[in-house]
T-cell receptor, first 114, second 114 residues
Framework: GESVGLHLPTLSVQEGDNSIINCAYSNSASDYFIWYKQESGKGPQFIID?????DKRQGQRVTVLLNKTVKHLSLQIAATQPGDSAVYFCAERDEAGGSYIPTFGRGTSLIVHP | KAGVTQTPRYLIKTRGQQVTLSCSPISGHRSVSWYQQTPGQGLQFLFEYFSETQRNKGNFPGRFSGRQFSNSRSEMNVSTLELGDSALYLCASSLGLAVTYEQYFGPGTRLTVT
């Protein structure tokens, strides 16, 4: 499959554990954030998004937390499964500023051991 | 419903040549965006096409161009290839402009420039 990145930060967890993946974003004006999952050989897949007027949003087994004070975003995956093994990265946009152009983080490689 | 398809999946070109990559969006999707993914720079936005018009453009040189056809299929072209253009090129489609609608990514075209 395709290698999406070399020397990415890696998080190794055991199946069933909860995983927390972090992302520091750069633009304090960013008001929309997305988490993506990219499996080997595939394109990124949307997981969950959050707008800057919220600090927490929950999906199925995933929770995104936003701390605007320190420009930090985290993705929490509950009861991690081997199928969750992938590269995860965040994206930010400054929509109120009129720019669609997204900026992507480098990503974190999540390895789930059965 | 078929996903986003990209052709070719792998391509090897020589420095100085040009290349054309193709993307077929999900049926009914009218917007196609292109991204470049490299280990060093991560995922970077190239441009977005909607209704055959370029709507957004990232910070790439003029050697990178694209177009969209009336059936929403899109091509991107890179002229005068450089070694640094080696990357995974991803295309994503959405119902409307990506600022409003969720994007669905294709598997990418791996371009190697020698």
């Amino acid at each position: 499959g395709e290698s999406v990145g070399l020397h990415l930060p890696t998080l190794s967890v055991q199946e069933g554990d909860n995983s927390i993946i972090n992302c520091a974003y750069s633009n304090s004006a960013s008001d929309y954030f997305i988490w993506y999952k990219q499996e080997s050989g595939k394109g990124p897949q949307f997981i969950i998004d959050i707008r800057s007027n919220m600090d927490k949003r929950q999906g199925q087994r995933v929770t995104v937390l936003l701390n605007k004070t320190v420009k930090h975003l985290s993705l929490q995956i509950a009861a991690t499964q081997p199928g969750d093994s992938a590269v995860y990265f965040c994206a930010e946009r400054d929509e109120a500023g009129g720019s669609y152009i997204p900026t992507f983080g480098r990503g974190t490689s999540l390895i789930v051991h059965p | 419903k078929a996903g986003v398809t990209q052709t070719p999946r792998y391509l090897i070109k020589t420095r100085g040549q040009q290349v054309t990559l193709s993307c077929s969006p999900i049926s009914g999707h009218r917007s196609v965006s292109w991204y470049q993914q490299t280990p060093g720079q991560g995922l970077q936005f190239l441009f977005e096409y909607f209704s055959e018009t370029q709507r957004n453009k990232g910070n790439f040189p003029g050697r990178f161009s694209g177009r969209q056809f009336s059936n929403s299929r899109s091509e991107m072209n890179v002229s005068t290839l450089e070694l640094g253009d080696s990357a995974l090129y991803l295309c994503a489609s959405s119902l409307g402009l990506a600022v409003t609608y969720e994007q669905y990514f294709g598997p990418g075209t791996r371009l190697t420039v020698t």
